[in-house]
């Protein structure tokens, strides 16, 4: 669960109150909620991601979660909108960088950012590329440039160091400067992004006295012109206290140096959360810091709730059934009788199957047997037709010689008595 509070302009050096009542509270997550975004151009439109791997995006004007993406299988790391807020780019536990559509979840492109096994975060540049940090197999700090479509073929990757804090990049689209913040470190680093090679150069470090546990980046309108800040961080240490680091450009001119203030994302949305939510994209809406900054007037947030959502549908406490949950439920049943009536069918045909195969098994056994039992006679009859023939001609051959000396006593006795 969130909540949004009232915030409230005037002396940034004064502490005004703590902020106890909310707006309204955003209810959806099962699990912590570890980050909030709000959308760069659209009104009213939040970003949260918890521990339960579901990044959800909200109308905070009525109250409602526009839609789910459950495109993470493990622990959501970052989330960073593109400079008109079209597209999503995320970084996860299991090493991926991801591009989405915020609108339907759809994955465009993913990728490997970093080998190592402990946190990655990246972020757009306002050209559109993307810059990451994370570590190596080696467990060295490391930060790369990459375009989208090659997210997987980095322009540039370079090692810092071998420190283990997760290093958190600020980004200031105005300079095109970006600044390395390491937790537990005691140093802000700060790189340009260029077109030349190496794309980004290295500038300076700032060096502090103790570690920070956080650190926070004031939007370019917050900065003072009149003495050429262009950034300002609210850094949290050990002990506890706020610190305000602001970052200057050293001019001895007092007018306005055009050349570090150009015209910043002002405070007020390009579009409405109903515009954005049906497809239209726009730039910020830029202002001229020339005259400092002047807050414009706003009207006091009103949630009204919306009669129909279609996350309302999926309650996450599960404990009260609505109809539709009903419907549900009588669809799943007939659909799991329909199954449970496909397998008993399956499994009759499983037992008919096998059945038919120990037949064949059988049929295929008297076969063989029979087939062996005919060689055995054909063998026993070409034996008998090649004895009863030896016989015959043995008969044959005994049968001549009585033959002929009966013939010769025929003969002899049709002689003439003077003829023997």
Known sequence: MGSIHRSLSGNLHE??????????????????????????TANNILLSAGSDNIVVIWNVGCGE??????????IIYSCCFNWDGSLLLTTCKDKKIRIINPRDGEVFEEATSHEGSKATRAIFLRNGLVFT??????????????????????????????????????????????YLCGKGDSVIRYFEIT??????????????????????????????VT???ITRFYRLNNSGFCQIITMTVPRKSELFQEDLYPDTPGDIPAVTAEEWWEGQNKDPIL?????????TQKSELKVTKKKTNILDKMPPTGKVKSEEDGKATAISSEALEKVTEVSKVNDDLRK????????????????LKQENRIRTLENKVSEMSGSGGTNASTQQQQQAPSTLTANTVNNNCDMAPDEV
């Open 227 to 229: 003495t050429c800040e």
């Open 65 to 74: 979660a526009l839609s789910t993406i459950d495109a993470h299988p493990d």
């Open 352 to 367: 008919r199957i096998d059945e038919l195969q120990t037949e064949m098994k059988k049929f295929k056994a008297v076969f």
């Open 15 to 40: 502490l005004l109150w703590t902020m106890t009542e909310s707006v309204v509270d955003l209810v959806y997550h099962q699990r912590r909620v570890g980050m909030v975004v709000w959308h760069p």
């Open 133 to 178: 940090t994370g570590f190596s197999k080696r467990s060295e700090r490391q930060y790369s440039l990459r375009a989208p479509g090659h997210l997987d073929d980095p322009i540039t990757m370079v090692e810092l160091d071998s420190s283990n804090g997760v290093m958190f990049p600020m980004y200031d689209p105005d300079t095109n400067l970006v």
């Open 287 to 295: 202002m001229s810091l020339k005259d400092g900054y002047q807050a």
């Open 195 to 224: 077109p030349e090679v190496p794309f980004v150069h290295y500038i300076n470090t700032f060096q502090l006295p103790d570690p920070q546990r956080g650190i926070g980046m004031m939007p370019k309108r917050g900065v003072d």
